[in-house]
């Protein structure tokens, strides 16, 4: 579903609204709500960049965080690695960043052992004593509203963005009729959401007892 696809289903569910109502306003309210479900602590897997590379160069301590990047996936062995000389995968310890200083500052430059999440780059101790491929999974914010586009939140959950905006609008309008169904609608969205985040958790998996992980 496109965007403009989606504000008719907005102005549907406003009473058939003309086709020019308020439009520059839904946009930026279905952004808006677009920016709050990013900023959710747990991001659904459509929002996941797996595997990705980032290059550490020679004597540095960091690299810029991808373009954006909301925050680090949720593993079970570990955020960061790189790859040794014998093909095995290293697994970086994440620590904060007064820990990290406590740890390596003045160490020689070595091979990558930690890293903290800052502001805007990946800090890596110790510094580097060469260039490192790194990789690493994350979350990235899906592709702006601004133009007619279709991005990850209208082609897997729709509903979600469609029922957050119409609700926003429905109170304005004081419609309570419209605010009740557009609620249902962006509820009904976020149990999809949920229940494919499970299937796709515990789909196949063998959970009986002794059984190996």
């Given at each position: ?8 289903r ?18 930026d ?15 659904p897997?459509f ?6 590379t ?26 960061v ?22 740890l ?14 800052r ?11 060469q ?13 702006s ?21 119409g ?47």
């Open positions: 579903m496109t965007r403009d696809q989606a504000i008719e907005v102005r549907r569910g406003l009473g058939f609204r003309g086709a020019s109502f308020q439009t520059q306003a839904i946009i309210t279905m952004t808006d709500a677009q920016l709050e479900l990013e900023r959710a602590a747990s991001l897997w929002t996941l960049s797996e595997d990705q980032l290059s550490l160069a020679t004597t540095s301590n960091s690299v810029s965080l991808p373009t954006g990047f909301l925050h680090e996936a949720e593993t079970k062995r570990g955020g690695r790189y790859t040794d000389d014998t093909g095995a995968a290293v697994y970086l310890t994440k620590v904060d960043f007064d820990y990290g200083q406590s390596y500052l003045g160490e020689d430059d070595g091979p990558p052992e930690a890293y903290t999440v502001a805007s780059t990946l800090y890596v101790w110790p510094r580097s004593d260039a490192y491929t790194l990789y690493w999974s994350y979350h990235v914010a899906q592709t509203l601004a133009t007619n586009v279709e991005n990850n939140w209208l082609l897997y959950v729709p509903s979600v963005l469609i029922g957050m905006t609700r926003v609008f429905a109170q304005d309008l004081r419609d309570d009729a419209a605010i009740a169904r557009f609620a249902e609608q962006e509820e009904r969205g976020r149990r999809a959401m949920l229940a494919d985040e499970i299937a796709r958790e515990h789909g196949n998996r063998d959970y009986a007892v002794g059984a190996r992980l």
